[in-house]
């Protein structure tokens, strides 16, 4: 089908407008506008861009995606909570249906003092001049669609000194086919407070759609902020996503990236540090088969002196999938002190699957620590002729192997649901590619 994606999306907006939560307010109509004009001007980027130089969208382009339609209570929504989260986190959990909050599906514990936990329409409906500071315009164009068409998500605010002892789940499920969800979810941390949040997207198999989210995170001096991200979205799902975090003094962010489903996925990970002292941790897992495409961009700016961070990722690639890593650390003039390492490494278990990896350092300080790397290879001969002159079957010794690589990621989720969730997943999701 041939379709103009500029004017698509223009004519969808005007289609939805009137109904998107927060429509009367006009500082938000405002800050819509200016997203929809910024997508008009620049549309989606090509292969000539250079930050999108490995990823196509040709695919994605040939689907007319429409906002997806306000959910209900979703009996195909509520049979699928169960087999894709334990239920240990039940506990705090936000269910979103097509993108929008669903309070049947959702479980809420009494939160502790100081923790104020919304659905963003909810918010816009009820105190929307919480919300003004945070919705920033976004600058690329998927996040400028993300801005004009954002009708729900998560608002988290933890007060000063405020903590989130269990962990927060979100979960996003994709049942309608053809729609666009564009989910912004928003976590602010004031001084000294602690949270740690699950972003789960998930969706039914043989619908194509696509997820279009934006996440952002407000760490204020010495809050302490761990974010983890599960994609596991329906094979022909196409998801783009940004999680943007800004931090001030002595904060810590942890940053945890799950990669396992969907036709094409793009992932734009990154924090800023806006004061001294700042500490950032981004980890990351992606395993593609098939013909999937994965593509992870991180940036991690150290703006400010005596900053640290580590970066660690890894890929698995089978078939004909073909992934991207990027990650760029930036250390400004005068962010003495900084150390930051940063490693991507990729086990390749098939002679067609393709891995564009760069990482990069840009540093315009002296004194500083910096080093980064990157590997490509394939299964040691050596380890699986070992595995294989104990007894183990080769197919066995090879899961093995990829099993004990992925493990080093997800070994470093401190959250124990999670980490056994991600076990179980794991050697199902290898068959497959």
Not at 296 to 321: C, F, K, M, W
Not at 329 to 343: C, F, L, M, N, S
């Amino acid at each position: 089908m041939n379709i103009d994606p500029r004017q698509h999306y223009l004519a969808d907006f005007e289609r939805v407008a009137g109904i998107l939560p927060g429509a009367r307010l006009p500082w938000l109509a405002r800050m819509r506008t200016r997203a929809l004009e910024a997508f008009a001007e620049r549309g989606f980027p090509t292969r000539r861009d250079e930050e999108w130089k490995y990823t196509s969208l040709a695919a994605f382009e040939k689907h007319a995606f429409r906002a997806a339609p306000q959910a209900g209570f979703d009996a195909e929504a509520a049979a699928m909570i169960s087999s894709f989260m334990p239920e240990k986190d039940a506990g705090r959990l936000l269910v979103f249906v097509n993108g929008r909050h669903v309070p049947a599906l959702s479980s809420i514990a009494r939160l502790p003092e100081g923790v104020v936990l919304e659905s963003l329409a909810g918010m816009l409906e009820s105190m929307p001049h919480a919300l003004e500071p945070y919705l920033a315009d976004a600058d690329s164009a998927f996040g400028a669609l993300n801005t004009a068409f954002m009708a729900d998500g998560a608002y988290l605010h933890l007060r000063r000194g405020a903590a989130l002892e269990e962990a927060l789940h979100l979960l996003f499920i994709a049942t309608e086919a053809g729609s666009a969800i564009h989910a912004r979810n928003l976590i602010v941390a004031e001084e000294g407070a602690q949270a740690s949040v699950i972003e789960h997207y998930v969706g039914l198999e043989g619908r194509t759609y696509f997820t279009n989210a934006v996440t952002r995170i407000f760490a204020a001096p010495n809050a302490h902020v761990e974010h983890h991200k599960l994609q596991q979205e329906a094979g022909d799902a196409f998801h783009v996503a940004g999680i943007h975090a800004i931090q001030q003094r002595d904060s810590r962010l942890a940053s945890h990236s799950f990669t396992l489903g969907g036709a094409l996925t793009r992932n734009d990970i990154g924090t800023a540090f806006d004061a001294s002292g700042c500490e950032a941790v981004l980890n990351g897992l992606y395993l593609a088969g098939g013909h999937q495409h994965v593509d992870n961009h991180t940036y991690i700016d150290h703006r400010q002196p005596h900053g640290t961070s580590r970066e660690n990722y890894r890929g698995v690639l089978d078939g004909e999938a073909h992934a991207v890593f990027n990650g760029k650390v930036i250390v400004r003039p005068g962010a003495q002190k900084t150390d930051a390492h940063q490693i991507n490494r990729n086990l390749l278990l098939s002679r067609d699957a393709e891995i564009d990896t760069k990482p990069q350092l840009e540093i315009f300080a002296d004194d500083v620590k910096c080093n980064h790397g990157a590997t490509v290879g394939r299964l040691d001969e050596g380890q699986l002729f070992y595995l294989r002159s104990r007894g183990i079957e080769e197919a066995a010794a090879r899961n093995l192997l990829v099993h004990a690589f992925a493990r080093d990621v997800i070994e470093r989720v401190r959250i124990a649901s999670l980490r056994t969730r991600l076990e179980q997943i794991l050697p199902t999701r290898l068959k497959e590619a």
